[in-house]
């Protein structure tokens, strides 16, 4: 005959956590490859322009950066609060990109060097004589692959 | 009596991977550079001297942008809104009017046979030192749509499909029909 039990004590069983570091390590390795560290400190203050016709950027290795605004608040006492140019991680003026710019193509491997692309990071309100000078100084060290950095207006 | 391996306690080895996946979750940034991609006119050698090339004045479309972002096409007052549609109808010159430019037939091979195109066009952009940065990106954006526009129009006429999933070289060839010919002066004051 069947017997019923009922006061036989009930444990409830360990869950099974063995496979729980695997999966952290998946996700783990997810945010690794699409992480990008941020190139730089910004000590200037970039509100990026608006556009349509955007293009991506592809490789990373091949882009170099121009940063173009107002200095950022720690450093309108030192530098003004005038329009800077920002290459690297130091401010800087317009004739120093062809320098900068014979540096990195320098650094990088022979054969991606004409694909060196110059990224202009600007801000929106800045005035278009300081960006001339930068692309006049760009046209002299041979850097004439550019792309002004923008995000997509949403209409 | 064989000695018993002990086993290594891996219960934190959770914890390890949580910490190293906390790390990289707050420093991604997912955002992608974007960009209006362009290409700068190499430098003119020292010795050489600047020369004016002579461009017909009919091939010729000329965007002025003033210190307080207006914008001048052709002497005419215009908003940016409408600078696509000008710059299109400049590029085609369909009805064949003598102020836009001169038409020219020449033979793209299959599957375009002969094509009547304004070979020698120019847009020239001309902007003020003062000039917002954002309203010259608008101007370049407008630009560069009203050329994207056009080889669409283009690839869905003569292969039914978009300019994006042609073949490399069907893109250059419509890349030859309609060339972007954008050019920029020297910023200078135009009145303020």
């Known amino acids: ?155 | 009596m064989a000695k018993k391996i002990p086993q290594i306690n891996a219960s934190s080895m959770a914890d390890i991977s949580f910490l190293l996946l906390i790390f990289f979750l707050v420093t991604t940034s997912m955002d992608v550079n974007q960009g209006l991609a362009r290409r700068l006119p190499a430098p003119i050698p020292p010795d050489q001297k600047v020369e004016d090339k002579d461009i017909n004045k009919r091939n010729l479309l000329v965007v002025k942008i003033n210190s307080a972002n207006q914008l001048m096409v052709q002497g005419q007052l215009m908003d940016v809104k409408q600078l696509r549609e000008k710059a299109k109808e400049f590029i085609k010159n369909e009805n064949n009017v003598d102020y836009y430019p001169k038409l020219v037939e020449e033979d793209f091979g299959s599957p375009f046979g002969m094509i009547k195109y304004t070979k020698d066009h120019v847009i020239s952009v001309q902007n003020d030192v003062d000039t917002q940065y954002q309203a010259y990106l608008d101007v370049q954006n407008e630009l560069v749509a009203a050329y994207n526009e056009l080889r669409e129009e283009c690839a869905q006429k003569y292969f039914h499909k978009a300019y994006k999933e042609l073949e490399d070289d069907q893109q250059k060839q419509i890349q030859k029909i309609y060339p972007q010919k954008i050019s920029e002066a020297e910023p200078k004051n135009y009145g303020n």
């Open chain 1, 1 to 155: 005959m069947a017997k019923i039990r009922r006061n036989e004590k009930r444990e409830m069983p360990a869950l099974n956590t063995s496979s729980l570091p695997d999966i952290i390590f998946m996700l783990l390795f997810f945010f690794m490859s699409v992480t990008t560290m941020k190139e730089v400190t910004y000590k200037v203050s970039i509100h990026n322009p608006q556009a349509t016709e955007l293009t991506k950027l592809e490789k990373k290795s091949l882009v170099r950066y121009i940063y173009v605004g107002v200095p950022t608040a720690d450093f309108v006492k030192t530098y003004g609060s005038d329009t800077r140019i920002q290459l690297d991680d130091a401010f800087a003026e317009a004739k120093e990109i062809g320098d900068f710019i014979i540096n990195e193509r320098s650094s990088m491997k022979e054969s991606e060097q004409p694909l060196m692309t110059v990224s202009i990071k600007a801000d929106k309100d800045t005035r278009m004589g300081v960006i001339a000078d930068i692309k006049q100084e760009l046209r002299r060290a041979y850097a004439l692959k550019i792309s002004y950095a923008a995000t997509q207006r949403s209409n």
